[in-house]
């Protein structure tokens, strides 16, 4: 499939990425994904994940492919003060020359994104009379999409167009599907 994509976009496809709705950390085999990607695109994608501790292993395998042959700078999600104490005690200075720390926590500068389960489990706590637990501005908009461009699962077959939108309740998931089609080989 990077093949084709790699014809069709030419240097374009280096600009992708190689997770969606999940945390990279979360495939054992993320890094072997970023080799193969870069073997074939001749760049490493950027890896955001909110999950650097639990596999530092496999982390510091990703953050090594970005020191021999990356040109991008990578992001941990900080999702509170401890969580941010916690990567300091776990990476050097030098292991996070790289990293962009995106704070997140309640008090940082950053919110997560409303959309999705949060967006959810607020509905849920409104229809039981507990709107206030996520104490979330009404129109406050933001998105989990910080692209525009396809979304390709290869498990379904799925070719998507996506762009970024604020999560509401036509585009709960903070992106809008503009086009979609289905396939069954790559050369589809």
Partial sequence: MLRVASEMFGSAVRTGFCYWATDPIDNPEYDRFLFDYYQITGELPQTTTAAPLKDQALTNRVLELFERYGRVTNRFSVLSTDHLNQIHAAFSPEDLMGV?????GKDGPTAKAFTGRARARKEKLRASGQDAAIAVPEGWSTTIACVSGFLVNMRQGRLQL??????????????RIVAQRFFSTPDE
Avoid: C
């Avoid at 996506?162 to 992106?175: A, F, H, K």
């Fill in 100 to 104: 962009e720390l995106i704070l997140q």
């Fill in 162 to 175: 996506v762009t970024p939108v604020p999560g509401s309740e036509r585009w709960p998931l903070g992106y």
